[in-house]
């Protein structure tokens, strides 16, 4: 098992910054890759950004390339996330999550962080 917990969340002003970060425990040495996602209300979860394999190899969705960064320590037990020139449409609940060695699916979530972007 694997536990993820995140922080970092916070209420920002529109072109403003936050840093989250997530911070994994138990059978860390199963994780192939972390990656965040989000949820807006009333809008289905989707893929933010990842980082995973030997090559820490990134991959962002459209619409926050530029904008966002993640990394990873060199335990790859804590990935973080910098978010930069936020907009009121980055409004959500982000999670982190970890896909294990082997697995098609990201199979830890944690328990969510809010990020709320002010007009």
């Known amino acids: 098992q694997v536990q993820l917990v995140e922080s970092g969340g916070g209420l920002v002003q529109a072109g403003g910054s936050l840093r989250l970060s997530c911070t994994a425990s138990?059978?860390?040495?199963?994780?192939?890759?972390m990656g965040w996602f989000r949820q807006a209300p009333g809008k289905d979860r989707e893929f933010v950004a990842s980082?995973?394999?030997?090559?820490?190899?990134?991959y962002y969705r459209d619409s926050v390339k530029g904008r966002f960064t993640i990394s990873r320590d060199n335990a790859k037990t804590t990935v973080n996330l910098q978010m930069n020139s936020l907009t009121p449409e980055d409004t959500a609940v982000f999670y982190c999550?970890?896909?294990?060695?082997?697995?098609?699916?990201?199979?830890?979530w944690g328990q969510g962080t809010q990020v709320t972007v002010a007009s």
């Open positions: 999550a970890a896909l294990p060695l082997g697995s098609p699916n990201y199979d830890y």
């Open positions: 138990g059978r860390t040495e199963s994780i192939h890759t």
């Open positions: 980082v995973g394999g030997t090559d820490g190899r990134t």
